[in-house]
């Protein structure tokens, strides 16, 4: 290792062979020998995109904590995070709304973005079925989006059009089950002529309705 990474700090050591093999990391730079076995490499490639997940969770909760204990130094910090304010305006808002108990650690920052919004035992729930059914992002999203009120179809339409207008009918003061007796007429005609007039009126209704 050259002088000019010297101070970096050396996190782990391999064995191959006889020979140690070093890696070392600063806030710069990253340095591996040849040699690393490839699930090495991936294991500490999902780790830090775990680490950069929780950073978000951790300024986050640091935040709010300085918006309560240092009001008035709080505005100053703010202005001194390398984030734009929407960034740290969504840190600070999963951190205040998904309390640190109902956070799944299965699970990134995002999906707790997602269920932000919901009371907390629906986030609770939510996060568990995301957790079980390992749903990503976007699944989890769409599971939570509000269900579009249910539109009736033409047929849907026509039916409940047809009831209310049977509805309607067996309410008049004129209609009697055996009014079209095919024996007798039991209706007086002045009654069956009112009654003809208001079966006229509510298909009118209904004409206009879905004209």
Known sequence: MSEEKSDCRMLEIFQRGGELLRYSIDEVSLIMPDGVDFHTVEGMVFKMKGISDSIR??????????????????????????????????????????????R????????????????????????DIAVREKLSVLALREMIKPKPPHKESKVESFENALLAIVKKIKSSDYFDDDMFDKKEMVAEPVGITKFCTEIAMIARDVIVAFE
């Not at 008035?72 to 709304?97: A, N, P, T």
């Not at 650690?105 to 996060?127: G, I």
């Open 104 to 127: 799944r650690k299965e699970l990134t920052w995002s999906h707790h973005r997602e269920v932000a919004k919901l009371p907390m035992e629906e986030q609770r729930r939510c996060l």
């Open 57 to 102: 969770f951790w300024l986050g909760d640091l935040v709010v904590y300085s918006e309560r204990n240092h009001k008035e130094m709080h505005s100053q910090l703010l202005d001194e995070m390398d984030y734009s304010k929407q960034s740290i305006s969504d840190m600070m808002w999963v951190s205040k709304r998904v309390a640190a108990s109902v």
